[in-house]
């Protein structure tokens, strides 16, 4: 099974950027779906964005579309989140997510993955 490791997180203020970066170890993750997902404090866990095995498909939150970007550098076997204009409505903590066998279908479902790391906070203040 593959490892994940976040970092990224930090404190910062509306409208302020952040980039999340995912290492994996343990086997190479070019053929996995991977995905973010965050989870706020009292609320269930929320999918955030995806992209698929060969980088080419991405797909986001509604909440995020346009000022989040997801990209995979798979020679470094890592997955980024780019965050731009983040807002307080973004603070939570930001998981990252892997599967080989993730479909189109269940690729915005936290069931779909296999593989979790330990996740890293991220706190917007207005």
């Known amino acids: 099974q593959v490892q994940l490791v976040e970092s990224g997180g930090g404190l910062v203020q509306a409208g302020d950027s952040l980039r999340l970066s995912c290492a994996a170890s343990?086997?190479?993750?070019?053929?996995?779906?991977m995905a973010w997902f965050r989870q706020a404090p009292g609320k269930e866990r929320e999918f955030v964005a995806a992209?698929?095995?060969?980088?080419?498909?991405?797909y986001y939150a509604d909440s995020v579309k346009g000022r989040f970007t997801i990209s995979r550098d798979n020679a470094k076997n890592t997955v980024y989140l780019q965050m731009n204009s983040l807002k307080p409505e973004d603070t939570g903590v930001y998981y990252c997510?892997?599967?080989?066998?993730?479909?189109?279908?269940?690729?915005?479902?936290?069931?779909?993955?296999?593989?979790w790391g330990q996740g890293t906070q991220v706190t917007v203040s207005s």
């Open positions: 992209v698929f095995r060969n980088g080419g498909y991405t």
């Open positions: 343990g086997r190479t993750v070019r053929n996995y779906g």
């Open positions: 997510a892997a599967d080989p066998g993730i479909i189109l279908s269940n690729i915005r479902e936290a069931r779909g993955y296999g593989s």
